[in-house]
């Protein structure tokens, strides 16, 4: 499954123009977080262990594929060029470093309970 989140991805940095294989990390990278984002809203009490993390993770990955692959590519798409975190010209500005996944993405995600 993160191998054609992964494929996919490529396939859009190739589309507007912006990849080279340098970037794979990159862009596995940007899926983890995707998915751990995701993991966390979907499954708040599953980060108490290590292995209820990975298979909250494991389970977001096939039930959320399309939203980790949308908020991947978001990040991908507002990333600066070379690792730039901000740039000015012809007075606006721009900064990366603080930008988060839009609200937007978490939409209908329904978090799991725990009955205690």
């Not at 839009?102 to 995600?109: H, K, T």
């Given at each position: 499954m993160r191998e054609e989140l992964l494929r996919a991805l490529i396939e859009h940095a190739k589309k507007v123009g912006d990849y080279c294989p340098e970037?794979?990390?990159y862009l596995l990278?940007?899926?983890d977080n995707a998915v751990e984002e995701l993991a966390i809203r979907k499954y708040p009490y599953s980060f108490?262990?290590?292995k209820k993390a990975k298979k909250a993770k494991e389970s977001t990955l096939a039930l959320l594929n399309r939203r980790v692959y949308e908020i991947a590519k978001w990040h991908f798409d507002f990333s600066g060029e070379e690792g730039a975190i901000a740039f000015s010209e012809g007075g606006s500005s721009v900064s990366f470093e603080n930008a988060g996944t839009?609200?937007?993405?978490?939409?209908?995600?329904v978090p799991e309970s725990r009955i205690l």
């Open positions: 970037h794979d990390s990278f940007l899926i108490q262990s290590e839009p609200e937007s993405y978490f939409a209908g995600i």
